[in-house]
């Protein structure tokens, strides 16, 4: 089913004038159109209100400023039948997303959920070996056992001695398994190259020896003494310019963005519709432009922006 939108109060008004018959006659009034010719009702100041043309197209003058009604009218492609539309009338195009609404308040925390199973106990590391254990003394000779005496009065406890010294340290265990290697630090300054060494003279080659197991890895080195700090760099100021926002065309949009006078480039940008819009291009065009591509399905607002100092 093709759907016009057609006002049916106007429509209704012309069809009626232009076939409108008494009912006594009862009887469908025919008007046969001559070859090529079609079918017209003229207002009193002989202007066309109501067309047909030889090719069946219909006309309505004035159609656009007529009342406006609520609802649509359509037509049937095959018999040419008028009546309402089937489902209320045409559905237009999605309008634009509007703009995201402010964030609630944060609803009550929920209750705590129970506690996880423990994990599995993780593998002991080896034990490393004890260390050598010191020579004994040589043992004091017995004195002679003397009689039992009377238990006296508790003593005060006497002060704490002092700590004694530290024993040998014992022989360093095993090496255990490496763990995983964690995440690269940031890479750090590159510092001044060292003078070029003396080439030696190139040694023969020797015959290709086969290939080890690979060697646990070795403790990380200590960290070397930070760098002296880099001279400061000049300040720049930047300035931003911009071109729009204006509306887009439909297809393609060129997009030139000026800086001010005195003024060059430093860095540049675009911006548009993310669901109706497509930037194909953003770059330096000159010393003092910064361009913007931009495809679009119309209508739209779209800026390009140069930074300059």
Same mark, same amino acid.
């Not at 009604?69 to 492609?77: E, H, I, M, R, V």
């Not at 763990?179 to 060292?194: E, H, K, L, S, V």
């Not at 913007?292 to 119309?298: D, E, K, T, Y």
């Given at each position: 089913?093709?759907?016009?939108?057609?006002?049916?109060?106007?429509?209704?008004?012309?069809?009626?004038g232009?076939?409108c018959?008494?009912?006594a006659?009862?009887?469908?009034?025919?008007?046969?159109?001559p070859?090529? *010719? &079609?079918?017209?009702?003229?207002?009193?100041? @002989?202007? +066309?209100?109501?067309?047909?043309?030889?090719? /069946? @197209?219909?006309a309505?003058?004035?159609? $656009?400023?007529?009342?406006a009604?609520?609802?649509?009218?359509?037509?049937?492609?095959v018999? !040419?039948?008028?009546?309402?539309?089937?489902? /209320?009338?045409?559905?237009?195009?999605?309008?634009?997303?509007?703009?995201?609404?402010?964030?609630?308040? =944060?609803?009550?925390?929920?209750?705590?959920?129970?506690?996880?199973?423990?994990?599995?106990?993780?593998? $002991?590391?080896?034990?490393?070996?004890?260390?050598?254990?010191?020579?004994? !003394? +040589?043992?004091?000779?017995? /004195?002679?056992a003397? /009689? =039992?005496?009377?238990?006296?009065?508790?003593?005060?406890?006497?002060?704490? #001695?002092?700590?004694?010294?530290?024993? @040998?340290?014992?022989?360093?265990?095993?090496?255990?398994?490496a763990? +995983?290697?964690?995440?690269?630090?940031?890479?750090?300054?590159? *510092?001044?190259? &060292?003078?070029?060494?003396?080439?030696?003279p190139i040694?023969?080659?020797?015959?290709?020896? @086969?290939?080890?197991?690979?060697?646990?890895?070795?403790?990380? &080195?200590?960290?070397?003494?930070? !760098? +002296?700090? !880099?001279?400061? #760099?000049?300040?720049?100021?930047?300035?931003?310019?911009?071109?729009?926002?204006?509306?887009?065309?439909?297809?393609?949009?060129?997009?030139?963005?000026?800086?001010?006078?005195?003024k060059?480039?430093?860095?540049?940008?675009?911006q548009?519709?993310?669901?109706?819009?497509?930037?194909?291009?953003?770059?330096?065009?000159?010393?003092?432009?910064?361009?913007?591509?931009? *495809?679009?399905?119309?209508?739209?607002?779209?800026?390009a922006?140069?930074?300059?100092?």
């Open positions: 089913m093709s759907s016009t939108l057609v006002r049916r109060s106007l429509l209704s008004i012309a069809i009626s232009a076939f018959v008494s009912a006659q009862a009887q469908n009034v025919t008007v046969t159109e070859s090529g *010719g &079609g079918f017209v009702v003229n207002s009193a100041a @002989n202007a +066309p209100l109501f067309t047909i043309d030889a090719n /069946g @197209n219909l309505i003058a004035n159609l $656009a400023a007529a009342t009604q609520a609802t649509p009218l359509c037509f049937d492609s018999t !040419g039948n008028v009546g309402p539309c089937s489902g /209320g009338g045409p559905v237009g195009p999605i309008g634009p997303t509007g703009a995201t609404g402010a964030v609630g308040p =944060t609803g009550p925390a929920g209750a705590t959920g129970p506690a996880g199973p423990a994990g599995p106990t993780g593998i $002991a590391g080896a034990t490393g070996p004890a260390g050598a254990t010191g020579p004994a !003394g +040589p043992a004091g000779p017995t /004195g002679i003397g /009689g =039992t005496g009377a238990a006296g009065p508790a003593g005060v406890a006497g002060p704490i #001695g002092p700590a004694g010294p530290t024993g @040998n340290t014992g022989a360093a265990g095993p090496a255990g398994v763990g +995983p290697i964690g995440p690269a630090g940031p890479t750090g300054n590159t *510092g001044a190259a &060292g003078p070029a060494g003396v080439a030696g040694g023969p080659a020797g015959p290709t020896g @086969n290939s080890g197991a690979a060697g646990a890895a070795g403790p990380a &080195g200590v960290a070397g003494p930070a !760098g +002296p700090a !880099g001279p400061t #760099g000049p300040s720049v100021t930047i300035t931003a310019f911009q071109n729009g926002p204006i509306n887009s065309a439909s297809g393609g949009n060129t997009l030139v963005a000026t800086c001010g006078a005195g060059t480039v430093v860095s540049g940008g675009c548009a519709d993310i669901t109706q819009d497509a930037i194909a291009g953003s770059y330096r065009s000159s010393a003092t432009t910064w361009t913007c591509l931009i *495809g679009s399905a119309g209508n739209t607002a779209i800026t922006y140069v930074y300059c100092n």
